[in-house]
T-cell receptor
């Protein structure tokens, strides 16, 4: 069953702790993305990666870090430097080529900072 | 990327066609029109996209006006499971170009 998986679905962390969100895809896509969504709002891009071992900052990268050691995986770390980390985090991937470069999204991880 | 304008909410009777409009008057020549939907607390689901021609797939039809300044997503026979927020996005097809999701149209399908 092909697709994008994110884990965990719900995550709680204490203030001041770093936390890592997982994103895995088996679609053989080159490009992967992390977005953040706040209640009633649209999505905002945190980081994206077009190829293994390379990634670029999006609009709201401060307080976040990523790695892309494998094509299938693009984990996101929310650091203690992120001022308002409570949000819904979405991972997406795309082939990077072809008609329109459609992005496909995972189910999301809801992070709550206590 | 061009900005889009959508009505904040719409209702549709179950079994009827749902027609969701989108204005994108500043769209440029290489920008595609995409539609996604998001059911509460889930990731956005891709529906359809197009450049100039009308498109149809198993989920919906996309009608793009000749001047490309507006489009309509048609769900031919709406069901209760189609209740969601629908996003219209225009975007040039380059990897790394993010999808700018606005606040979309909240569609409620009524029994």
């Amino acid at each position: 069953d092909g697709g994008i998986t994110q884990s965990p679905k719900y995550l709680f962390r204490k203030e001041g702790q770093n936390v890592t969100l997982s994103c895995e895809q088996n679609l053989n896509h080159d490009a992967m993305y992390w977005y953040r969504q706040d209640p009633g709002q649209g999505l905002r891009l945190i980081y994206y990666s077009q190829i293994v071992n390379d990634f670029q900052k999006g609009d709201i990268a401060e307080g976040y870090s990523v790695s892309r050691e494998k094509k299938e995986s693009f984990p996101l770390t929310v650091t203690s430097a992120q001022k308002n980390p409570t949000a819904f985090y979405l991972c997406a991937s795309s082939s990077g080529t072809g008609d329109g470069d459609t992005q496909y999204f995972g189910p999301g991880t809801r992070l709550t900072v206590l | 990327d061009a900005k889009t304008t959508q009505p904040p909410s719409m209702d549709c009777a179950e079994g009827r066609a749902a027609n969701l409009p989108c204005n994108h008057s500043t769209i440029s020549g290489n920008e595609y029109v995409y539609w996604y939907r998001q059911i509460h607390s889930q990731g956005p689901q891709y529906i359809i996209h197009g450049l100039k021609n009308n498109e149809t797939n198993e989920m919906a039809s996309l009608i793009i006006t000749e001047d490309r300044k507006s489009s309509t997503l048609i769900l031919p026979h709406a069901t209760l499971r189609d209740t969601a927020v629908y996003y219209c996005i225009v975007r040039s097809p380059h990897t790394g170009n993010q999808f700018y999701f606005g606040t979309g149209t909240s569609l409620t399908v009524i029994p």
